[in-house]
Structure formats: structure tokens, C-alpha cells
């Protein structure tokens, strides 16, 4: 029996330093995986977020 634990994952890319700090902002997109097998590439946060909570809602029997 495969184990669900879906996670989601934000894409961020690293910015231009300022004042010699690293930077950071999210893009926009982010990656859902699961254990099982599950994984649906980079998609739009919301995409990655709404595979993730139907794939954990129906994992569970
Ligand atoms: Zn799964």
C-alpha cells in the first residue's frame, strides 16, 4: 500500500543582490509530488496546491 504524504513545493528564483543580500521571489509556479508516484511538474501555485489537497482527500479511503 503506497503512502500519501502530497507536498507542495514553490518555485523561487534568485533575484539580483541588493545592498549585498541575496534575493529571492517566488514565480508564480510550484511543484506538487507525492511518494506514490505523484507529481505534477512545475504548474501555477493554485494548480499545484488544488492537485495536492484532491489527491490527499482521496487517498484516504
Ligand atoms: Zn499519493
Given at each position: 500500500?503506497?503512502?500519501h504524504?502530497p507536498?507542495?513545493?514553490?518555485?523561487i528564483?534568485?533575484?539580483p543582490?541588493e545592498?549585498?543580500?541575496?534575493?529571492f521571489?517566488?514565480?508564480?509556479?510550484?511543484r506538487?509530488?507525492?511518494?506514490?508516484?505523484l507529481?505534477t511538474g512545475?504548474?501555477?501555485?493554485?494548480?499545484?496546491w488544488?492537485t495536492?489537497?484532491?489527491h490527499?482527500?482521496?487517498?484516504?479511503?
Open positions: 500500500m503506497a503512502q504524504d507536498n507542495v513545493e514553490a518555485e528564483r534568485e533575484t543582490p545592498d549585498g543580500w541575496r534575493c521571489e517566488r514565480t508564480g509556479q510550484a506538487a509530488t507525492c511518494p506514490c508516484g507529481d512545475m504548474v501555477p501555485v493554485s494548480l499545484a488544488g495536492a489537497t484532491a490527499h482527500v482521496a487517498a484516504w479511503p
